[in-house]
């Protein structure tokens, strides 16, 4: 029990570590075992040299190194380094059959071992045992036939002995198995070496069978090229072609294939190669093909075939294009003026054929436009180019049979089909082209057209039956009865132009009628009757009060000669100056001022000058609150309004703009003499006097419509009918700072609210 206690207290207690947080230096393994082999802490030192001096101890030498090799296979049998090691040991002890002995035990662990045989073959070879190392070899290709590198040492050997039989038979086995292509130019450059062309052929033959890539087949040619034999070399090309048909094609056999024929001077044959290889390989693989087609023709060719060279690329560009996408009619015409230009008729005809196949997904017209051009070139091209009459117009009775009339239509077709059978001098059959056209479809541009047509052929009575059909079809078209009219006058039936006109403007609905108005008005003074002239601007006053209308009207009058001329032109101003006091445009009303003032000016005297320049309103510039559609503060926006004398309305208005001028120019003449009694306190200096005018306010007309609205007057040379010179003088200044004194302002807006009741009274 003692000794068991003291056995117990002598074990050592297990230190607690308190901190348990990791270290900052966290030291790995790595470390660890990189710094162990720095400080070489287990490096053993080598073993002392032994001399051996007699038989007796060299064979204990041979007995214990035995035993060592023999413990490191039977501790590990997998191993097959120590096999070696052994084996090679033996080796060097010239003990050629207890090495064989290891070789032949490692060889029953590990049969697959490819360096075992390798170093096995090799010992044998080194120590001149011919047929144990064929023997080997023999097994190694017959347990691991895919080991390529037994094959080639196999090989190797049996030519380096002189056997080329045995060795055309080693290479007569491994191509049994089909092996890459390196094994393949093994065999024929072993066959060329010995000069037997013909069984060289013969492996390439198996070769392109086996291997069947384009490389291989474009080796096998050059090989019968390189030997002279071009006609073989030819067919070899020719069979690969046939090989991979159209579907597997490769730009690169039609570029050695063209180069070989370009080598025996055939450039014809080389012309149709590029030609056929272009016609069936995509652009996008083709590019090395293009290159090299160029550089022939350029070298070789003549401008005509550089032309082919581009026509062809350009060709081949095209058709991807309309193969990626059929609709794309852009890329279609592209191809259409290609080919027109470098090819034959039916080539032509085929890719017409091809594009117009391709109609639009939707019948809706947007889609159609583009695609219905395709027809009319394909029709002019029969027309113009080929010159077949009885195809285009085939052309055109089937484009006209695809369009869905009932849908849409377009016009440009039948025209062009009408004007078709006019150059070919049927004109019958023109018109039953254009008549069919109006029943199925009639349009504006048709009815135009067909009438312009029987215009030609000065078919009149066609006109005025097609003008009718026309104004049936579409009454408020004002040209189209402007050009009724025109033709009647030109035939010199006056009255019947002159009705027409009158049923034109009864019409109830006219798109354009003051074209028409004014057409009629012309016609009347081209005929002189200026009675009726002088009627229709009356007609016409009385639907618009236009200024346009009365400045016409004006005009026509002033340009009649007669003694009282003038006379009815300033009473025609002065009507229309009463009727506009009414108009809201007032633009319009300052414009007809102008041009009387204008008139005056030429033709007037001093007081009708004075009377007119009395008339012109003030330009006044004013400010207008602006709100957005949300209803918020927008802002503010200028504009300019006129003000005129005339207007009875405006009269209080203008005396305030007066009063609110006279007070500003006043209160600036007092602020200057003020100036110099800066001592003054403040308020002695500051505040107006009581006598003073106060800021009138602005007319309570315009406050109702907007209370923050602030006016400006620009100087102009304009005038009113006051003589009073403070209200001409001071149309230079703004009105805008009557908004500066609100307590003033009041006072003085009650006095011109009195003074307005006054005048008005």
């Known amino acids: 029990m003692a ?48 001399k051996i001096t007699d038989e007796e101890e060299l064979n204990d030498y041979k007995l214990r190194k035995r035993k060592g090799f023999e413990d490191n ?61 064929r023997n080997i070899w023999d097994r190694a290709i017959t347990i691991l036939p895919r080991v390529n590198q037994f094959w080639y040492k196999y090989t190797y050997m049996e030519e380096m002995l002189g056997n080329v039989a045995g060795c055309r038979q080693a290479f007569e086995r491994w191509m049994e198995w089909e092996p890459e292509e390196q094994a393949w130019h093994s065999y024929i450059n072993f066959e060329l070496r010995y000069k037997e062309v013909d069984k060289g052929r013969t492996i390439y033959e198996r070769f392109v069978i086996v291997h069947p890539e384009v490389k291989n087949w474009i080796k096998y040619a050059r090989f019968e090229e390189k030997h002279g034999y071009i006609a073989h070399g030819r067919k070899v090309y020719e069979r690969a072609v ?96 290609l080919v027109e230009s470098d090819a034959d008729p039916d080539t ?55 369009i869905p009339h009932k849908k849409f239509t377009f016009a440009k077709i039948w025209l062009l089909y009408g004007q078709f059978e006019i150059r070919q001098k049927n004109l019958q059959g023109a018109r039953k082209v254009m008549g069919t056209a109006i029943g199925k479809c009639p349009k ?59 049923l034109a403007i009864g019409q109830p609905r006219l798109d354009m009628p003051e074209v028409l108005w004014k057409s ?14 002088r009627n229709l601007y009356k007609r016409l006053l009385q639907r618009t009060q236009h200024v346009k209308v009365w400045i016409s009207y004006a005009k026509f009058e002033l340009s009649i ?23 809201e445009e007032k633009e319009e009303r300052l414009m007809l001022l102008e041009s009387w003032r204008d008139f005056e000016i030429e033709f007037g005297s001093d007081s009708t000058r004075e009377r007119v320049r009395k008339l012109l309103p003030e330009k006044v510039k004013k400010r207008r609150k602006l709100t957005a559609e949300d209803g918020s503060d927008a802002g503010w926006e200028e504009y300019y309004d006129y003000i005129f004398p005339e207007d009875a309305a405006n009269q209080p208005n203008l005396k305030l703009l007066a009063m609110a001028k006279m007070w500003k120019r006043q209160q600036v003449e007092d602020e200057d003499d ?75 807006k009650e006095k011109a609210e009195k003074s307005n009741d006054e005048e008005k009274d």
């Open 3 to 50: 000794s068991t206690a003291a056995g117990k207290q002598r074990i050592p207690k297990v230190a607690k570590v308190k901190n348990k947080a990791p270290a900052e230096v966290q030291i790995t393994a790595e470390q660890l075992l990189r710094e162990a082999k720095e400080r070489e802490l287990e490096l053993l030192p080598p073993p002392p040299k032994q």
């Open 73 to 133: 296979i039977r501790k590990n049998r997998t191993v097959i380094s120590n096999w070696i090691k052994y084996a090679q040991w033996e080796e060097s002890l010239k003990e050629i059959q207890r090495a064989r002995s290891i070789y032949e035990r490692a060889l029953d662990v590990d049969h697959r071992n490819i360096t075992l045989w390798l170093k096995y073959a090799e010992m044998e070879m080194k120590s001149r045992q011919v047929n144990h190392a």
């Open 242 to 337: 046939e090989f991979f048909g159209e579907e597997h094609v490769d730009e690169n056999l039609f570029v050695a294939f063209a180069r070989f024929e370009e080598t025996q001077k055939e450039f014809e044959r080389v012309r149709v190669i590029y030609k056929y290889a272009l016609d069936r390989i995509p652009k996008h693989q083709a590019q090395e093909l293009f290159k090299n087609y160029t550089m022939f023709e350029k070298k070789f060719g003549d401008r005509r075939g550089i032309e082919d060279v581009i026509v062809s690329k350009r060709r081949f560009q095209y058709e991807e294009e309309v193969k990626a996408n059929p609709h794309n009619y852009d890329a279609w015409f592209d191809y259409l003026r």
């Open 348 to 402: 032509v005809r085929e890719v017409y054929e091809r594009a117009i196949a391709n109609m639009p997904p939707i019948q809706e017209k947007r889609h159609w436009r583009r695609y219905i051009y395709l027809w009319i070139n394909y029709a002019l091209y029969e027309e113009l180019e080929v010159k077949d009459p009885e195809r285009t117009r085939q052309v055109y009775q089937a484009c006209l049979d695809l």
């Open 444 to 502: 504006n541009k048709l009815l135009k057209g067909y009438i312009e047509l029987e215009l030609q052929l000065r078919e009149f009575d066609r006109c005025r039956k097609l003008y009718e059909k026309y104004l049936e079809f579409s009454p408020e078209n004002c040209t189209t009865w402007i050009k009724f009219a025109e033709l009647e006058t030109i035939l010199g039936d006056v009255d019947r132009s002159r009705a027409i006109f009158e």
């Open 520 to 533: 009629y008005i012309d016609f009347e003074i081209e005929q002189e009757e200026f009675g009726n002239t």
């Open 561 to 583: 000669e007669g003694p009282d001329r003038l006379q009815k032109c300033r009473q025609i101003y002065e009507e229309a100056n009463k009727g506009m006091r009414s108009c």
């Open 674 to 748: 003020s100036a110099p009694e800066k001592s003054q306190t403040p308020e002695e200096t500051t505040s107006p006097s009581s006598e003073e005018p106060a800021a009138p306010p602005e007319d309570p007309q315009e406050n109702g419509s907007d209370r923050n609205t602030a006016t400006e007057t620009e100087p102009q040379n304009t005038y009113d009918d006051r003589d009073d010179d403070g209200s001409s003088s001071s149309s230079s200044s703004s009105s805008s700072e009557s908004d500066s004194d609100g307590d003033d302002g009041g006072e003085k």
